[in-house]
């Protein structure tokens, strides 16, 4: 593999390559992902930012109780998420574990779902904490079973104890088992990597093991997607785009539970990488209760009033 | 597929301009006699008359605080002056959304600025002076420090309530009565801070309000019975004000002009550094005396900021300053524009590179592009002399030492900012410049706790913390 020519797959130029990344100012980062937080969206730029954050949701469930009775209902409302409006676009993907993928990849396409993919969280999901063995079998799982894209956890562990080349080998063999089949994102779970320097570090290095997203949170560690970490995050696409010509995607996930949240992800990226990134192919939302507050404020725009909750679906 | 923002106007139905103003002398509101319009930068539409004082007004105002200091404000104990400070205070924060439509009409500011930045903060200044008005004693400034007497005070149009706030509240503080005289093309807020003033019942004649221009400023300054001037202002004008008050008994306190360094190394954390050396030229127009105005970049990361700098210019957004989406408002007034427009021009004769984003500037009003010039030398009169507009003269160095002996090399000493991660670096750097402020990994933070003033030809005194308390005080020197 070429890594694109950043790195030669050894230590030595992993570290060098890390190491000569400009730091982050924590002060100066928060300042500005505030600053960017009171742009005011309203009327028209609203209704388009509705329409296209509920494109980029990756409409989740990652329960230890989550059954296919669940899994089902979840695939049904990704695809019409307003079965009373037929203008509601599909949500981008499903996001369920391993063992359900291919209960919601046969359940999408009975219900003539084929254009949304089905994404399962991999790599012994949300830890990590297992054997190369077991994170490769658990990717080839997923995909045997009909899963288009992995979102990988990294070993947070090797990340803090300074080991990077073994998180960057680790993306590499996950990359090489997706091969065409899958799309990668991989997870950061900045909550525990702390430091913009952290974040700024692991985008780089995942960006150059091959990840096709790099994702801030497995949803299960606060904070999650905070609009610093996602601020720095961007910024780093925006860089590698200019290093290698290739667009790596983002997903923010966890915590981003209402409209006006998600609004501000979508000015992060309009002024951050640019409206290049305004699509589901490159940015995505890790979400479950975010969609049915897009819709809430997708009638209010249209009727003029906030409706009950009861006029739309649970699940 | 793109994000175009819908126009998101802040509402302004919230102030009420009157056709006509007077003067505010005594804790009234008094007729003027002839009068004069201000308008909105942005749009040109006249706001309102304003009135121009004469020898007679400066004379009534200067009475009327003169008596308010001798019969009630000096006699007062600093714990009653506070309570009036702190319900002014209050009031300014019940009435933000108020002021701060009103600095954008009048000033032509964004409103995102004067909501965030100046408002609150000139409400800061009236909370921490509160404060310290029955702490005087304690302050280090000797054991009964007392109050100098009616203060004459002068200031500028770039922030004009916050410029308020920073010379009435530490005279109102320390016992003083002041005479205020708000810019000529800026003079909305403060007649709505003299209603305030009503509205704390705060004794009549401790503040007087005049309006006019710079002929009303020359009457105040050479007033004999004014014992402190305050200014704010051009370096030209600090320049007469200090010839006039020479051979008088009156103390002084002159915040002049500024050409400030910002300098960037090459371990900065690159993107927060373009976002400093945008918010250091653009904040405000550029219409700040301690703007970042000249970038001192070291050569080995100069092409990678300038590339970054650039694209991040392309997302400044100019326009409609009551949008609460602006980044970069209205040039102030059309004499401002044309000395902008000419400094720029002398720029690009002296064969500096100029670069500005594509943008839409609207037809009427007065806009000047955010702009930038390359290619600049310490020879060039776009890095000696301040523009006081959107204008960034950008420069390199190759050492450490060079940047600061370049960053020092001017008759101004204001401010400066230093960009690194190396904290030993910047440690070093800020005891090798010359300015009053000094910024670290950030520009343009203001806080009423610190004190702000400049070197050399920037100025004399300190404004702000306990420094600028002593600048109100007999007997106290002026560091």
Redo the contacts between chains.
Sequence with gaps: MSFYGLVDGGDASLKSYLNNL????Q???E??AAMLA?????????R??ID?AITMVDLTTLEGADTPGKVKALCTKAVRPDPTDSTVPSVGAVCVYNDMVSVARTHLDLIGGQHVPVAAVSTAFPSGRASMVVKIQDTQDAIDAGAAEIDMVIDRGAFLAGRYIDVFNEIVQIRQVCGDKAHLKVIFETGELVTYDNVRKASFLAMAAGADFIKTSTGKVAPAATAPVVLVML?AVRDFYEMTNARIGVKPAGGIRNTKDAIKQ??LV??TVG?DW??PKLFRIGASALLNDLLMQRMKMDEGYYSSPQYVTMD | MSFEYAPAPESRALVSIKPKYGHFIGGKFVAGGKHFPTINPATEEVLSQIALAGKAEVDAAVKAARKAYTTTWSKMSGKERGKYLYRIARIMQERAREFAVLETLDNGKPIRESRDTDIPLAAAHFFYHAGWADKLEYAGLGTSPKPLGVAGQIIPWNFPLLMLAWKVAPALATGNTVVLKPAESTPLTALLFAEVCQQAELPAGVVNILTGDGSTGALIVNHPGIDKIAFTGSTEVGKIIARAVASTNKSVTLELGGKAANIVFDDAPIDETVEGIINGIFFNQGHVCCAGSRLLLQENVAEEVLHKLKNRMEKIRVGDPMDKNTDVGAINSKEQLVKITELAAAGDAEGAERWSPPCNLPAKGFWFAPTIFTGVTQAHRIAREEIFGPVLSVLTFRTPQEGIEKANNTPFGLSAGIWSEKGSRTLWASQQLRAGVIWANTFNKFDPTSPFGGYKESGWGREGGRHGLSAYLKGVSHE
Excluded: F, Y
């Design positions: 400009s730091g982050v100012d002060v100066g980062a300042a500005r009171t742009r005011s969206i309203k009327t028209s730029s609203k388009w930012a296209t910024e979508l000015v309009n002024e409206p305004l699509n």
